[in-house]
C-alpha cells in the first residue's frame, strides 16, 4: 500500500516542477488538473478495505479538481482571449531550482518531524509541503491571474495530501464539508477572474494597482 | 598477447560499430513518416567519401583547426575505451577512471570549438559559445549521475559503478541521462542535426568549414560519442554485473539499440523547443539527476 | 436547539431573499433577520444554555460572550440597509441581500463552532459569503479590492487548513482518536505532539490572523474597507475580524494547555504591537478617510491581540474592547458611507467642509472618532485602560510605553484627517451632490444608536455582560 502511494506523492511532487517550469497557460491548466487526479486516487489506494463513501470522496475530487475547475479556468482563458505566455516574476529557472530546493527541504523537514509509525515510510507530508511550498510560488511568481488561480490549487492540491493523514480520524462530513468549500472557493475566483477581465481588459495582475497609498 | 588482441578487436568493434547508430535513428524517423529513408549504412558511405576529398583551410586558422578535430577524436576514442562493456571489462581500469571518462569528452568538446574559433568566423563562433554554456548544464548533470552511481557502488571505477543497478531511483537517473544524451548529441529537442538555419544551430554551426578527412573526423566522433553516451546509460540503469555473460551481452546490444530507437521516436514526436527553454530542459535533467542522488543517498542512510 | 436557530434562521432568510420576486422589498428580509437574531442572542445571553461537551456546535461562554455584539452590529446594518439599497436602486440586490444574511448565519457558526474542521468551514464559507458584498459597486476598483482580498484571504485561509490539520495530527500523534473538538483536544492537553502544535499554531495564526487582519497580513484590508459599501465595511470591521479573532483565541487555548502558552503569547505580542505600530504610522499619513477605518481597524485587532496576549484580565478586556469595536467601527463605517456619498468623494483632496454639508454626519463622524480613539467617555476608553492596567502589571514596561506610544500616534493620525474632512469649506469645484441624498433619520439613527451603545456600555457596563466575559475566560484558561 505504502509503495504504490509514494509512487503516486512522487508523481505529484514531480508535476509540482513541471508546473514550476512551464512557460505556457494551458499546459500550466492541465498540469493542475493531472495533479488533482493522482490525488483523487490515492484515497482508493490508502483505504485497505473500500467504503461507499471513500470511493465518493475519491470520485468528488477528481470530478472537481481533475475536471470541473480545470474546465472553468479554461472556459475563463477562452473568453479572456489572453496571450498564453505565463510572464514569469520569478523566471522559470529560479523557480524550477527554487521549487527543487523546496522539495528538499521538505523531505529533510518531513524526517525531523514526530510521525506515526505507519506513516514513517511514507512521504505524504513531504508530498504536502512541497506542493504548498510550489503554490505559494507559483502565486507569488506569476503575473496572469489564472495563473495564481493555479498556483492556489496547487497549494491546496497540498494541503489534500496532509489531510490524508487524518483521512482516518476525520469525519467524512467534514471532509466533504472542505472539499466543497474548496471548489466553491475556485468558482468564485473563477468568476472574479472573469469580472477582472471585462473590467480592465486584462488579466495581468500588475495593471491592477489603482489601488495603493 | 591476448590483451593486445583483444584490445585491438575492441578498438575495431567502437570504430565500426559506432556509425551505424546515426544510421539507425535516420531509418526510425524516416519509418514514422512513412517514408522510406536513406540506407542504414549511409554514414559509413558518406565518411568513405569524405575521406577521399581534400581539405580546404581558411588562410587565417592555424594548425588548431586540424589540430581540434583530431584530438577530440582521440579523446572520444580514448574515453570509449575506458567503459566497459557488459561482460568485458574496460581495457583500462584503476580508481578514479571516471574522472578522466568526464575530463576525456570534456577535452573533444574544448576541442572542437577551439577548431571553431579558429575559422574566425562570428558564426561558428557564436556556435561555440553556445556549445559550451549548454554544456556547462549537462555536464553537472553528468556529474551528478556518476556521483550518483558512485555512492551507490561506494567505487570510483566504472566498472564496478556500473554493475549494480542504480537502486530506487532508477527511473530519475534513466531519464535524466536520456535528457543529457539528447543534449550531447545534438539531438532534437536540443538542437537539430537536419538543420542548416544559422539561427536554430548549435553543434553543427561549429563543424561548417570544416571539410574533407576532417568533417569525416568530426561526424565519426559524434557516432562514437553516441554510442558511449548509449551504453553508459543502459548499463548505469540495467544490473548488468548480476547476469551471465551472454545475457548480459544480449541485454547490452538490446538497449542501445532501445536507445537508438528512442531518440529517434523523440525526434519525430517533438519540435526542437525555443532556444530560452534549452537551460531549463537540462536544469530538469540535472534535478532528476539529483533527486536520484538523494534517493540513493537516503537508500544507503537507513 | 434554540441556539441553531442563530445559524439556520439567516440561510433560511436568505434563501427566501433569493427567492423573494421584489426588488423593493427585498431589503426588509435584512432588518427582520437581524431584529429576530438579536433577539435569540440577547435571550441566550441571559439564559445560557448548557453546550453538551463533544458537541459541534454550541452557544458556549465563548461564544455567548462575543456574539451578541456582533449581532447587534448586524442589526444596526440591516437597518441602515434598508434606505441604503433604495439609494441604489439602480443595483439588483438580489444576491447582495442573499450573500449578507448569508454571511450573518456562517458568521454565528463560526462563532459557536466547537470543532477545528466546523470553525474551518463556516469561516471559509464567511470570507466566500463577503466576496458579492466586496464588488456591489460594480467598478473596476471594487474587482480590484475583491481579487486581492480573495487572493490574500484565501491564502491566508488555505494556511489555516493546513494549520488545522497540523493540529488534528498533533493529537493523533499524541494518541488521541482523532476527536478534534476544541474541548476534546483541550483535554489532552500535554499529551499533544509538541512539534506539531507549535507548526499548527505558527501556520493558524498566520492564516485567522489573515482574516483578522494583523499586520503584516493586513494589506488586503485597507483595499477591501475602502471599496466595499459602508454596511460591508461595518460587517467585516466588526464582525468577519470578531470571528477570527474567537478562532484565534480558541486555538491559544489548546495551545496552551498543550504547555506552549508562553510562545504563543509571545507571537500575539509582537504582532500585536507591530500591528499597532503599522497601523498608526499608515495612519499619519492616509489622505482617505474610508482607508483610514481600515487602518483603524489594523489597530484595534492589534490591540485586541495584545489583551489577548497579556492574560487573564487583560484577555478579559480584549472581550470588552471586542463590543466596543464593534459598536464603535460599525458606526463610524455607516457614517463614512453617508459622507462619502455626500461629498462624493473620499480623499482629503476631494472633500473639505462636510460640517456644512452634512452638519448631521460629521457630528457623528467626530462623536465616533472620539469613541474610537477611546476618548472618555466611550467605552473603548475603559477597554484600553484596562488592557494598559493589566500592561503595566504583568508585561515588561517597554509594552506599556509601546502601546500607549500607537495609540497617541494613531490619535494624531486619525484627528489630523477627520478634522481636515469635516472643517473648512467646501471646494468650489466639488461634485454636485447626489439629489437623492438627504440626511434622514433612516441612515442616522442606527449610527447614533451603536454609539449611544458604545457610551452606555462604557459608563455602566452591565453585569451580565462582564458575567459573560468572565464565564469565557474561565472557559478558555480553566485553572484546575
Redesign the interface.
Known amino acids: 500500500m505504502n509503495q504504490g502511494l509514494n509512487l503516486l506523492v512522487g508523481l505529484a511532487m514531480g508535476l509540482n516542477l513541471v508546473a514550476l517550469g512551464t512557460g505556457r497557460l494551458p499546459s500550466l491548466i492541465r498540469l493542475a488538473a493531472w495533479q488533482g487526479v493522482v490525488l483523487g486516487l490515492m484515497p482508493l489506494v490508502i483505504e485497505a478495505e473500500w467504503r461507499v463513501m471513500t470511493f465518493v470522496v475519491a470520485t468528488a475530487t477528481v470530478v472537481m479538481k481533475g475536471l470541473v475547475i480545470p474546465a472553468l479556468l479554461r472556459r475563463a482563458m477562452r473568453t479572456a482571449n489572453i496571450d498564453r505566455d505565463l510572464d514569469p516574476l520569478i523566471g522559470y529557472l529560479p523557480s524550477l531550482l527554487l521549487g527543487a530546493a523546496g522539495m528538499i527541504g521538505a523531505v529533510a523537514v518531513a524526517q525531523r518531524m514526530p510521525l506515526l509509525p505507519e506513516h514513517h515510510e511514507s512521504l505524504l507530508v513531504a508530498g504536502a509541503l512541497a506542493s504548498v511550498f510550489s503554490g505559494l510560488l507559483l502565486l507569488l511568481g506569476r503575473a496572469k491571474a489564472i495563473s495564481q488561480v493555479c498556483g492556489y490549487l496547487i497549494l491546496e492540491n497540498g494541503i489534500y495530501l496532509f489531510g490524508l493523514l487524518l483521512i482516518h480520524s476525520t469525519p467524512l462530513l467534514v471532509e466533504g464539508g472542505i472539499l466543497l468549500d474548496l471548489t466553491v472557493a475556485v468558482f468564485v475566483i473563477g468568476i472574479i477572474v472573469d469580472r477582472i477581465q471585462r473590467a480592465f481588459d486584462t488579466l495581468d495582475t500588475r495593471k491592477l494597482t489603482v489601488l495603493r497609498e | 598477447m591476448t590483451t593486445v588482441l583483444e584490445g585491438v578487436v575492441r578498438l575495431g568493434v567502437w570504430l565500426l560499430v559506432a556509425p551505424l547508430l546515426p544510421g539507425l535513428i535516420c531509418k526510425v524517423k524516416a519509418w514514422m513518416a512513412g517514408r522510406r529513408g536513406p540506407p542504414v549504412l549511409q554514414l559509413y558511405y558518406d565518411l568513405a567519401k569524405l575521406w577521399r576529398k581534400g581539405v580546404v583551410v581558411s588562410t587565417l586558422a592555424s594548425p588548431g583547426f586540424v589540430a581540434g578535430p583530431a584530438v577530440a577524436w582521440v579523446a572520444v576514442l580514448g574515453a570509449a575505451l575506458l567503459l566497459p562493456l557488459g561482460p568485458l571489462d574496460a581495457m583500462l581500469s584503476f580508481p578514479g577512471d571516471v574522472l578522466l571518462l568526464i575530463y576525456l569528452l570534456a577535452l573533444a568538446r574544448f576541442a572542437t570549438a577551439w577548431a571553431a574559433l579558429e575559422t574566425g568566423s562570428a558564426f561558428e563562433g557564436m556556435g561555440a559559445a553556445r556549445e559550451v554554456s549548454f554544456a556547462v548544464l549537462a555536464e553537472a548533470a553528468v556529474i551528478t549521475a556518476i556521483l550518483t552511481l558512485s555512492w551507490k557502488s561506494r567505487s570510483l571505477s566504472l566498472p564496478t559503478m556500473l554493475e549494480p543497478s542504480a537502486g530506487p531511483g532508477t527511473v530519475l537517473l534513466a531519464v535524466g541521462l536520456f535528457t543529457v544524451l539528447l543534449a550531447e548529441n545534438c539531438r532534437v529537442p536540443f538542437d537539430d542535426p537536419n538543420t542548416h538555419l544559422e539561427l536554430t544551430m548549435i553543434h553543427e554551426v561549429m563543424v561548417l568549414d570544416h571539410s574533407g578527412p576532417l568533417l569525416a573526423a568530426v561526424l565519426h566522433g559524434a557516432a562514437m560519442k553516441l554510442l558511449l553516451f548509449a551504453a553508459l546509460l543502459v548499463q548505469a540503469v540495467l544490473p548488468l554485473g548480476e547476469l551471465t555473460a551472454p545475457a548480459a551481452a544480449a541485454a547490452l546490444i538490446a538497449g542501445v539499440l532501445l536507445v537508438t530507437v528512442a531518440v529517434g521516436l523523440v525526434e519525430s514526436w517533438l519540435a526542437r523547443c525555443a532556444f530560452r527553454?534549452v537551460?531549463?530542459l537540462l536544469?530538469?535533467a540535472f534535478?532528476l539527476c539529483?533527486?536520484a542522488l538523494?534517493t540513493a543517498w537516503?537508500g544507503g542512510a537507513t | 436547539m434554540s441556539e441553531l436557530l442563530l445559524i439556520l434562521g439567516p440561510l433560511g432568510a436568505a434563501i427566501g431573499a433569493a427567492c423573494w420576486p421584489d426588488e423593493r422589498t427585498r431589503p426588509w428580509f435584512l432588518p427582520v433577520t437581524g431584529l429576530v437574531h438579536a433577539l435569540i442572542a440577547f435571550g441566550l445571553l441571559l439564559w445560557p444554555p448548557a453546550t453538551p461537551f463533544h458537541a459541534w456546535l454550541g452557544y458556549d461562554p465563548l461564544a455567548r460572550a462575543v456574539l451578541p455584539a456582533v449581532s447587534l452590529l448586524f442589526l444596526a446594518c440591516a437597518a441602515y440597509g434598508v434606505p441604503y439599497l433604495r439609494l441604489r436602486a439602480e443595483r439588483p440586490n438580489r444576491l447582495f441581500v442573499a450573500s449578507f444574511l448569508a454571511g450573518l448565519g456562517l458568521l454565528s457558526a463560526a462563532h459557536m463552532a466547537r470543532h477545528l474542521g466546523v470553525l474551518w468551514i463556516a469561516a471559509e464559507a464567511v470570507t466566500l459569503a463577503c466576496v458579492p458584498l466586496l464588488h456591489f459597486n460594480n467598478t473596476p476598483r471594487a474587482f480590484e479590492a475583491t481579487w486581492k482580498y480573495l487572493l490574500v484571504g484565501g491564502t491566508g485561509i488555505a494556511l489555516s487548513l493546513l494549520g488545522s490539520f497540523c493540529l488534528g495530527y498533533a493529537s493523533l500523534h499524541g494518541g488521541g482518536a482523532g476527536d478534534l473538538t476544541f474541548t476534546a483536544l483541550m483535554a489532552q492537553g500535554p499529551g499533544l505532539s509538541r512539534p506539531w502544535v507549535l507548526i499548527a499554531w505558527v501556520l493558524l495564526v498566520v492564516g485567522y490572523g489573515t482574516k483578522m487582519g494583523l499586520a503584516p497580513m493586513h494589506t488586503w484590508k485597507p483595499d477591501a474597507y475602502g471599496e466595499a459599501p459602508g454596511i460591508v465595511g461595518a460587517m467585516l470591521a466588526g464582525g468577519v475580524t470578531t470571528v477570527a479573532f474567537t478562532a484565534v483565541l480558541r486555538v491559544r487555548a489548546v495551545v496552551q494547555a498543550a504547555g506552549a502558552g508562553v510562545v504563543a503569547d509571545r507571537t500575539l505580542l509582537a504582532m500585536g504591537l507591530f500591528s499597532m505600530l503599522l497601523a498608526a504610522l499608515f495612519l499619519l499619513s492616509t489622505r482617505d478617510f474610508k482607508r483610514m477605518l481600515a487602518y483603524s481597524s489594523v489597530e484595534h485587532m492589534g490591540i485586541l491581540s495584545l489583551g489577548a496576549a497579556l492574560g487573564g484580565p487583560g484577555l478579559w478586556a480584549a472581550f470588552f474592547h471586542v463590543w466596543n469595536n464593534s459598536l464603535t467601527k460599525g458606526a463610524l463605517f455607516l457614517t463614512a458611507g453617508n459622507l462619502r456619498r455626500a461629498a462624493g468623494g473620499r480623499t482629503l483632496d476631494e472633500v473639505r467642509g462636510l460640517s456644512l454639508l452634512t452638519p448631521r454626519s460629521a457630528m457623528l463622524f467626530v462623536a465616533g472618532l472620539l469613541a474610537v480613539t477611546a476618548c472618555p467617555p466611550f467605552g473603548p476608553f475603559f477597554s484600553e485602560l484596562l488592557i494598559l492596567k493589566r500592561a503595566l502589571a504583568a508585561g515588561p514596561p517597554w509594552v506599556a510605553g509601546a502601546f500607549l506610544g500607537c495609540l497617541l500616534l494613531a490619535f494624531l493620525g486619525l484627528t489630523r484627517l477627520v478634522f481636515a474632512v469635516v472643517d473648512g469649506r467646501p471646494p468650489k469645484a466639488a461634485r454636485p451632490m447626489d439629489p437623492r441624498f438627504r440626511e434622514t433619520v433612516a441612515i442616522l439613527l442606527p449610527p447614533l444608536g451603536l454609539l449611544l451603545l458604545a457610551l452606555g456600555i462604557g459608563l455602566a457596563t452591565p453585569e451580565v455582560l462582564r458575567e459573560a466575559w468572565t464565564a469565557a475566560l474561565r472557559q478558555l484558561a480553566p485553572t484546575p
Open positions: 527553454r537551460p531549463l536544469t530538469t534535478l539529483v533527486f538523494l537516503n
